[in-house]
């Protein structure tokens, strides 16, 4: 029997029966095989590809792991329950899981895909103050995210080129967040279907556009683009001049940019550069509380609030011994991914 199409009026759990289905019959197993892979009844499993049951996570992640999607049914989940992405996005993300290539041009952060969690909960956070989004759903924002970044260790990897304005670079979430950012970049450059250049400001009133765009190939090979306004992002597929004229821009981007070694030596001294703002030696906390998040089995950690931009936490069972210093921003980004579960149960 052919699968049903889906239209853009299908419930979130239809959308995600539909890709299960999908991705099982890819894999040719059967719902009770598929089942007993993931510890899960095949009865549950025909229940949510109808729509007629909502998917728990940890069932999607568990059938992530086994059908070998790169995180793709976790991320649609998370794209399904947000209600703070702006329009059209998740329209462009059902396009950059298929993508077998990207060219992607940023301004002003780093581009999604790869941004640290303590760097987008910073960007994130700082959207919910100001009343952008409603605090209470910035976790769904940064989970969808995250689960996105599983696109750059998928199998087949697609081609990606990013090329970012140096004003990518600038401080954001303090020391802290942007030395582990810049780490982020490094070890991203290293993979062999990445390219990572920086546009550097010397390149003044040369610079040819002042927005960011995407662009992105469908399995056929067939290149559309992605461009955000303030309300809204868009996914442009008919109009093939102005396809084409980006992809002119973006060829003129990656020409001039700084080649793959300087953009990389580049990050590296705007690294050394946050290092030395480490304020490590002025964090002497003279007062120590034990972490609500310590699961009173033996395991327990302090920490010593109070301090600006910088948590220090120690072992409680060794205080005179080696301690670590946490960004404010990072440490409440790990907090936020204990509460959401993403680091398991002890």
């Not at 999604?112 to 969690?117: E, H, K, N, V």
């Not at 559309?224 to 008919?238: H, K, P, S, W």
Request: aromatic share 8%.
């Amino acid at each position: 029997m052919p699968e049903p199409e889906l239209d853009s009026t299908a419930s979130p759990n239809k959308v995600i029966g539909v890709q299960l289905r999908r991705f099982r019959k890819a894999r040719g197993l059967t719902q009770v095989e598929l089942g007993e892979l993931i510890n899960y009844s095949d009865s549950l499993i025909s229940l949510i590809e109808t729509g007629a049951r909502p998917a728990p996570l940890n069932l999607l992640r568990r059938a992530d792991k086994v059908l070998d999607t790169c995180g793709a049914l976790e991320l649609l989940y998370w794209s399904t329950k947000s209600s703070t992405l702006i329009g059209g996005f998740f329209a462009y993300i059902e396009h950059e899981t298929k993508a077998t290539a990207l060219k992607i041009y940023e301004l002003n952060v780093i581009p999604g895909l790869l941004q640290t969690r303590s760097y987008a909960s910073a960007l994130i956070n700082a959207a919910a103050r100001r009343g952008e989004i409603p605090e209470d759903r910035a976790i769904e924002r940064l989970n969808v995210r995250m689960a996105r970044q599983s696109i750059l260790y998928r199998e087949p990897s697609p081609s990606i080129h990013i090329v970012m304005d140096e004003s990518c670079l600038r401080p954001v979430g303090g020391p802290f967040v942007m030395a582990e950012q810049l780490r982020r970049l490094e070890s991203v450059a290293d993979l062999p279907h990445v390219t990572l250049q920086i546009a550097p400001f010397s390149l003044g009133e040369h610079v040819p556009t002042t927005m960011q765009f995407t662009l992105l190939t469908s399995p056929d090979d067939k290149w559309m683009a992605y461009l955000e306004t303030i309300q809204r992002g868009y996914v442009e597929r008919d109009d093939e001049e102005q396809i084409r004229s980006l992809a002119r821009t973006y060829d003129w981007l990656q020409a001039q940019a700084l080649s793959c070694e300087d953009s990389l030596s580049l990050i590296r001294t705007r690294l050394k550069e946050f290092h030395a703002m480490f304020p490590i030696a002025a964090a002497k906390p003279t007062s120590w509380l034990k972490s609500s998040y310590s699961n009173g089995g033996g395991q327990c950690v302090e920490v010593a609030p109070g301090l600006p931009g910088v948590l220090p936490v120690r072992d409680s069972k060794d205080p005179h011994g080696p301690q670590l210093a946490f960004g404010s921003d990072a440490w409440q980004s790990f907090i936020s991914g204990v509460k959401a579960g993403d680091f398991g149960t002890v």
